[in-house]
């Protein structure tokens, strides 16, 4: 398997948008855009998180595609990461081996992140790599149209 992290080009962002498309990764994810088709919402918030002087995000590459996305910010006092791979690659150990290199690059810690209770694919994950729950809370989710209950991770 040839997992590569790499700067996010401006045409990844094409692929990057047609990923948010997908009802189910959305649902799993608890927290995306209210209207997922719509392109300046996606730009504009594309815009604001590579502009900003404070986070860190990559393009998760699989054999010279773009498959994802990894990113982490300061939130609250504390570097929080986040990520997103395409659906079709779940199961199969890529995204775990994107977050690993990703945390292996950069070591700042403690990260944290905060996972929707039922995405149980994205709690396997972070446990593998060493996170522990720290806390839980209630968020509403505008995709879900719901408050979800979220648990709160960290690597120390």
Same mark, same amino acid.
């Given at each position: 398997?040839?997992?590569?992290?790499?700067?996010?080009?401006?045409?990844?962002?094409?692929?990057?948008?047609?990923?948010?498309?997908?009802?189910?990764?959305?649902?799993?994810?608890?927290?995306?855009?209210?209207?997922?088709?719509?392109?300046?919402?996606?730009?504009?918030?594309?815009?604001?998180?590579?502009?900003?002087?404070?986070?860190?995000?990559?393009?998760?590459?699989?054999?010279?595609?773009?498959?994802?996305?990894?990113?982490?910010?300061?939130?609250?006092?504390?570097?929080?990461?986040?990520?997103?791979?395409?659906?079709?690659?779940?199961?199969?150990?890529?995204?775990?081996?994107?977050?690993?290199?990703?945390?292996?690059?950069?070591?700042?810690?403690? &990260? +944290? %992140?905060? #996972? =929707?209770?039922?995405?149980?694919?994205? $709690?396997?994950?972070?446990?593998?790599?060493?996170?522990?729950?720290?806390?839980?809370?209630?968020?509403?989710?505008? &995709? +879900? %149209?719901? #408050? =979800?209950?979220?648990?709160?991770?960290? $690597?120390?």
């Amino acid at each position: 398997m040839m997992i590569t992290l790499r700067e996010v080009q401006p045409s990844d962002l094409d692929q990057f948008f047609q990923f948010q498309q997908d009802a189910d990764a959305a649902h799993m994810a608890g927290f995306a855009s209210t209207n997922p088709s719509d392109r300046g919402v996606f730009d504009h918030h594309w815009g604001e998180l590579l502009n900003s002087a404070d986070a860190i995000v990559r393009t998760i590459d699989f054999e010279g595609q773009p498959i994802g996305s990894i990113a982490a910010f300061e939130d609250e006092g504390a570097r929080e990461i986040m990520f997103w791979t395409d659906k079709q690659f779940w199961g199969r150990g890529v995204t775990t081996e994107a977050v690993s290199k990703f945390l292996q690059d950069f070591p700042q810690r403690p &990260v +944290r %992140a905060r #996972v =929707v209770v039922d995405n149980v694919g994205t $709690l396997k994950i972070l446990e593998s790599l060493g996170f522990t729950e720290v806390g839980e809370e209630s968020s509403f989710s505008n &995709v +879900r %149209a719901q #408050v =979800v209950q979220e648990k709160i991770l960290q $690597l120390s």
